[in-house]
């Protein structure tokens, strides 16, 4: 690939040059891909969830077919400190570089910690001290999700801890509105005290993640994603810079995608839910959303995915602990090594579904083909691990105190929809 060995001298954040000197894997910032879908237009990276090996496999040697940048990442409920994934956010980077340089992948991959939760402020302490580690694990971008919480302690709390501990070089995530669905959904007041906020203090998101009507794991309906309201709020933005993170695409159309892609600024789309299903072997959709029999289970493809046994022995630990559903996931941890200690035969099927579904989203949906030249080009004109802020600073620092933040969050009510966990 042109300009491959210079991009890979010079590209490196210092997090990654340092866990892995002689790597011949391009481990990037995940500003590189934002820029790099920008400047194709109209195109999205697939943010894979690889909850486990053979996703991550799978998507690396499609993103090499695609001549696609890819960002790997993980949820922190998948694989934070409570996982229910063997893949984690201090083992991910480590995989991703291992079987880039086995299987000679030459694309830029950002490593994203997806969903840093902070759902209340005594959580604000702890990430501070948690969040570095990632970093020195591998991490080169995230997303920092105080979401859950009221518009102004969301912005205070994405100041304090940006600030703090993201290092600048890094690819950065904000979010508002809880993923919920068709609760609670976003508004284009929200979204806009939230970035306005943040450029008062000098932080430039690459991506904001909206409640646009989607949800995390299987759909239950047809409803998905609402691409009229996030054309109006990535809009109402435009001036800001900032690009739209696209959250549960699993179960929503391709056509629904194709739009997104047309008439938003999204430039990322997490996929995660999907692609454990195809690599268990289960049928899906053409988009990924899993299909059920007349009795609301699963449907198990014979020679597909993993064995027959296994499938049962998976099944009847899900039973036991009245798991269904969406709660499936929770199969992930138990069975890693399980998975991992089928025969060859089996473990390159796995990852070759995963291959050829994600192959098809990047190239058919998502528009992101030869976007790894563009990135790399980027990244060999800049010189640097870091590209620098897509924006620049409009906003009076003085009207964004924290007392003013506070007030001015009185001026404006938000629904934010009905209280549970809606982690994925």
């Known amino acids: 690939m042109k300009g491959f060995e210079k991009a890979l001298a010079v590209g490196r954040p210092e997090n990654i040059v340092r866990l892995f000197p002689n790597s011949k894997a391009l481990l990037v910032s995940g500003k590189f891909i934002d820029l790099a879908m920008l400047k194709k237009g109209k195109a999205i990276c697939m943010a894979v969830n690889g909850r486990n090996q053979f996703i991550i496999r799978g998507a690396l040697k499609a993103a090499q077919r695609a ?16 996982a229910y994934c063997a893949v984690n956010f201090w083992n991910m980077a480590r995989q991703v570089d291992a079987f880039c340089n086995e299987l000679g992948i030459t694309i830029p991959v950002a490593i994203h910690a997806d969903h840093y939760g902070i759902k209340k402020e005594s959580d604000i302490a702890p990430a501070k001290e948690e969040i570095p580690s990632l970093f020195e694990a591998g991490v080169t971008s995230i997303a920092v999700d105080a979401s859950h919480m009221p518009d102004d302690q969301n912005l205070l709390a994405s100041i304090d801890i940006i600030k703090s501990v993201i290092p600048p070089w ?9 993923i919920k669905g068709k609760e609670g959904l976003s508004t284009v007041e929200e979204a806009l005290f939230l970035i306005q906020g943040l450029n008062a203090h000098d932080i430039f998101p690459n991506w904001i993640a909206l409640n646009n009507g989607t949800t995390h794991g ?8 609402q691409v009229g309201l996030t054309a109006d709020i990535h809009a109402a933005l435009e001036k800001y810079r900032v690009s739209g993170a696209q959250h549960g695409t699993s179960g929503n159309s391709s056509d629904r995608l194709r739009e997104i892609a047309e008439t938003t600024r999204t430039t990322k789309a997490n996929v995660a839910t999907a692609l454990q299903m195809i690599s268990w072997g289960l ?18 493809l014979k020679n597909e995915g993993v064995s027959e046994e296994l499938w049962q022995e998976m099944l009847s630990y899900a039973h036991e602990r009245q798991w269904k559903g969406g709660n499936f996931k929770k199969l ?17 099927r796995m990852a070759a579904r995963v291959e050829e579904f994600t192959y098809s989203m990047m190239v058919d949906v998502f528009d992101s083909r ?11 004109r800049t010189g640097s691990p870091d590209p620098g802020p ?6 009076d620092p003085g009207e964004w105190t924290t007392e003013k933040i506070t007030q001015r969050a009185r001026l404006f009510s938000t629904d934010k929809g009905p209280a549970g966990d809606f982690d994925d």
Request: net charge negative; glycine share 8%.
């Open 390 to 395: 897509k924006a620049a600073r409009i906003e």
């Open 170 to 178: 890094a690819g950065l995530e904000t979010e508002v509105g809880e």
């Open 67 to 82: 001549n696609s940048v890819l960002i790997m990442e993980i949820a922190r409920s998948e694989g934070g400190t409570s």
């Open 218 to 225: 299987i759909q239950a309906s047809d409803q998905g994603i």
């Open 332 to 348: 992930n941890l138990p069975f890693e090594n399980k998975l991992l200690a089928q025969p060859q035969k089996i473990r390159h």
């Open 283 to 300: 049928e899906v959709n053409d988009y990924g959303n899993a299909i059920l029999d007349p009795d609301g289970n699963f449907i198990k």
């Open 370 to 380: 030869d976007t790894a030249d563009i990135a790399i080009d980027l990244i060999n």
